[in-house]
Structures are given as C-alpha cells and as structure tokens.
Nanobody, 122 residues
Framework: QVQLVESGGGLVQPGGSLRLTCAAS????????MSWYRQAPGKERESVAT????????NYLDSVTGRFTISRDNAKNTVYLQMNSLKPDDTAVYYC???????????????WGQGTQVTVSS
C-alpha cells in the first residue's frame, strides 16, 4: 500500500524553526521527484519545495526561498523540509508527494496523507 506520512509540525513562534519529515512506504522514492505542499484555510494547495530524484536540483516557492531547505535520503525513503525564520503566513497543513517529472508538481503519484499542521504565532 502506497503511503506518505508527514510529521514534525507544531506550534512555533515567528522566527523559529521546524523540521518536517515525510516517510514513504509501499514504493521506493528513488526514481521520483519529491515535493512539499501546503494548504492554508481558504486557499488552494500550493507547491512549496521540490527536489529532483537524485537530489541535485531544488526549487522553492518565492516566498520561502532562502528560509526553507528540502532534502532527501533515498536509502531511508524519507524527505525532509527544514524551515527556518518562520512567519505567520507559513501557517498551513503541510503535505508531501511524489511525481515522476521534476517540474510536474501537480501530477502526484500517491494519495495525499494526513499532512502535518504548522502554526506560526506569537
């Protein structure tokens, strides 16, 4: 069964940091680009960060560039999102997913997981 389980979210003050983890099971992520997405209340789900299958290329939403870092450990079938200098606008449920083409962030492979809530508030 293909599953993605996100974890690591929580409540953090502005300027704080969190590290999210995406654990995949039922398939090997090795051949896939991986992305983090987020969805805030009343807004569409948006791609936040993408990493190529081998980890050589990354792409970020403009508003998180320089603050977020996506990484992967294919041997552990796991993807991470290091989030620094968090802002209230980063508040959302964060999801991960896989896609075959690096640029095709909307062509997701797996069903959506439960996501992990990130709340940035003072």
């Amino acid at each position: 069964q293909v599953q993605l389980v996100e974890s690591g979210g929580g409540l953090v003050q502005p300027g704080g940091s969190l590290r999210l983890t995406c654990a995949a099971s039922g398939f090997a992520i090795t051949m896939y680009a991986m992305s983090w997405y987020r969805q805030a209340p009343g807004k569409e789900r948006e791609s936040v960060a993408t990493i190529s299958s081998a980890g050589a290329g990354t792409n970020y939403l403009d508003s998180v560039t320089g603050r977020f870092t996506i990484s992967r450990d294919n041997a552990k079938n796991t993807v991470y999102l290091q989030m620094n200098s968090l802002k209230p606008d980063d508040t959302a449920v964060y999801y991960c997913n896989a896609h075959l083409a690096y640029s095709s962030t909307r062509s997701t492979f797996a069903s959506w997981g439960q996501g992990t809530q990130v709340t940035v508030s003072s």
